[in-house]
T-cell receptor, first 115, second 112 residues
Framework: AQTVTQSQPEMSVQEAETVTLSCTYD???????LFWYKQPPSRQMILVIR??????QNATENRFSVNFQKAAKSFSLKISDSQLGDAAMYFC????????????FGGGTRLMVKP | EPEVTQTPSHQVTQMGQEVILRCVPI?????FYWYRQILGQKVEFLVS????????KSEIFDDQFSVERPDGSNFTLKIRSTKLEDSAMYFC??????????FGSGTRLTVV
């Protein structure tokens, strides 16, 4: 079974600084997708960024980028120029090409942004 | 941008009662899902639905739970005889393919 691990329960960053959230996963599949979701206090799940495993190029979305290391099964999220609105829970998630169509989530990282 | 709509946003129910959580997926999506998040814990998969039948379910999704697509737009999760431990945030999601999930804003279920 696939597992997703987020080893940092909490992180904090100064406004305008850069922070990296870690995620590792375990899978025997070669083709899969990885996601980062943001969950603000409203508890809505908002897709931040997505990475296809077959793509070598790291995904970027404005201030958000990933460092995808397939061999190491690592998928970290970098947030540049952090803003107060970035404060939230961040969840890493995995879906495999051959393992049904369910998302497997990590335990989450709570990000605090200090003004 | 198209949205997945969930109602109600918050439901309080007495233990032992039945609840129905409602979702309107994005209109051209083919896959529908329910996930659960107990407060302070990770998001857990409950069930996926495709072509008018359950395509996958987790061990959490036992006989207490059922899903239905009663018409062309709604997708419901029924929880029979609710227990205190059913208190959680329930998320509906839909996708056009297996990889393009859109989540709804969730229904907070409180069982008292």
């Amino acid at each position: 079974a696939q597992t997703v691990t987020q080893s940092q329960p909490e992180m904090s960053v100064q406004e305008a600084e850069t922070v990296t959230l870690s995620c590792t996963y375990d899978t025997s599949e070669s083709d899969y997708y990885l996601f980062w979701y943001k969950q603000p206090p409203s508890r809505q799940m908002i897709l931040v960024i997505r990475q296809e495993a077959y793509k070598q190029q790291n995904a970027t979305e404005n201030r958000f980028s990933v460092n995808f290391q397939k061999a190491a099964k690592s998928f970290s999220l970098k947030i540049s120029d952090s803003q107060l609105g970035d404060a939230a829970m961040y969840f890493c998630a995995y879906i495999g090409n051959n393992a049904g169509n369910m998302l497997t989530f990590g335990g989450g990282t709570r990000l605090m942004v200090k003004p | 941008e198209p949205e997945v709509t969930q109602t109600p946003s918050h439901q309080v129910t007495q233990m032992g009662q039945e609840v129905i959580l409602r979702c309107v997926p994005i209109s051209n999506h083919l896959y529908f899902y329910w996930y659960r998040q107990i407060l302070g814990q990770k998001v857990e998969f409950l069930v996926s639905f495709y072509n008018n039948e359950i395509s996958e379910k987790s061990e959490i999704f036992d006989d207490q739970f059922s899903v239905e697509r009663p018409d062309g737009s709604n997708f419901t999760l029924k929880i029979r005889s609710t227990k205190l431990e059913d208190s959680a945030m329930y998320f509906c999601a839909s996708s056009e393919s297996r990889f393009g999930y859109t989540f709804g804003s969730g229904t907070r279920l409180t069982v008292v």
